[in-house]
């Protein structure tokens, strides 16, 4: 809304001038996400804990002791998250940018159904929420919506070509057969997320560190020059989704000073989906559906946990995991959380640092 207001001052004032900068916005982003995060938290937690007696429903088949530490911390934190990024994109994007638009119906669609299951967990007093098939036949008719959207706005070949990380003139056409792999990419990466939100800062940080990876993604897919010299592909538009992931990493931050052990609040569905949906999107936008799966690889990891878990327990009867997802694994083996939690962010950080040498290694 800035840019859109003060930019076409510029000729008059040229301090404005420094609206046309997507790092000054993208800064402004972050700051403006992490104040109101700061504002609105205490408030938000507040009512929330009024609201929910007793706090989030804890899994009984999850770790023993989660019942006694955890007990009675409220959910439906992601609400903090949703209005610090919101209101801080709104500010600071280009408004007539289609694809902020496009990116912000995902992230609110997710949190609208993530909102509706912890709603009915804490009202319910059940851990189990909306069904599985009610949650992922919502997820894809959002993810459908916004990936025709994104075949619209983006320009023939790219519209619905798949990128080849590592290989500069790779482009696969996948024509309308490219809908289920946007729609797999955005659901994938939001139950990814949700997976991984088991423990208190687990993953908000990696939320944050694959935020902050997109935000140069975007910023270098959408400046023609820098694509050329790196030898990927140039989408233009695309780089206004810098100043998004800016105002993710400041959410992120603001929702962190909070859910640092002992958290205060629980993200729940309603920031898990959202924040995974979001990233999913914007991977679809900058073209880098194949490289997600490297720069969030912990998301990754731990669903792969499941998926080993259950087929082996079905198969064969037996576990290969004490308990999945991964993280749990490691509780029951005696690692404390905390040390669970940064050696997570660790090799978030790796892998992230590893998807973006897919920049340069063409």
Not at 31 to 40: D, G, Q
Not at 129 to 154: D, E, F, P, T
Request: net charge positive; glycine share 10%.
């Amino acid at each position: 809304m800035l840019y859109n207001l003060l930019f076409p001052l510029s000729d008059e004032l040229g301090f404005l001038n420094l609206f046309r900068y997507l790092t000054f916005r993208s800064g402004g982003a972050v700051v403006t996400a992490l104040f109101v995060s700061f504002l609105l938290g205490p408030r938000l937690i507040g009512l929330l804990r009024a609201r929910q007696q007793g706090g989030q429903p804890i899994r009984i088949d999850g770790p023993a002791d989660h019942i006694v530490r955890k007990s009675g911390t409220p959910t439906m934190g992601g609400a903090l998250i949703l209005l610090a990024l919101v209101v801080s994109t709104l500010l600071w994007a280009d408004l007539a940018n289609g694809y902020i638009w496009t990116v912000l119906l995902v992230t609110l669609g997710f949190g609208a159904i993530g909102f509706a299951d912890d709603y009915l967990k804490v009202t319910k007093r059940d851990s189990k929420g909306l069904s599985g098939r009610v949650k992922l036949a919502a997820q894809v008719a959002i993810s459908l919506v916004a990936s025709v959207l994104i075949v619209w706005i983006m320009r023939e070949p790219l519209s619905t070509s798949l990128a080849v990380p590592f290989f500069k003139s790779v482009l696969i056409d996948l024509g309308w057969m490219f809908l289920p792999l946007a729609i797999l990419v955005m659901t994938g990466a939001s139950n990814a997320v949700n997976l991984t939100d088991g423990l208190d800062g687990l993953a908000i940080v990696p939320v944050m560190i694959v935020a902050g990876s997109f935000a140069l993604i975007a910023y270098l897919v959408g400046n023609a020059i820098f694509a050329n010299y790196l030898q990927i592909h140039h989408v233009p538009g695309s780089g206004e989704l810098a100043v998004f992931c800016g105002a993710l990493v400041g959410a992120s931050l603001g929702f962190l000073w909070f859910n640092a052990p002992p958290a205060m609040i629980f993200m729940g569905d309603t920031g898990s989906l959202s924040v995974g949906g979001a990233i999913g999107a914007i991977s679809v936008v900058t073209k880098h559906e194949l490289v997600l799966p490297i720069i969030g690889g912990l998301f990754v990891l731990e669903t792969v946990s499941v998926i080993v878990q259950v087929l082996s327990f079905k198969l064969t009867g037996k576990r290969v995991f004490r308990m999945a997802p991964l993280h749990h694994h490691f509780e029951q083996k005696g690692w404390a959380e905390p040390t669970i939690v940064i050696r997570f962010w660790i090799i978030a950080m790796v892998l992230a640092l590893a998807g973006l040498s897919t920049l340069k290694l063409r």
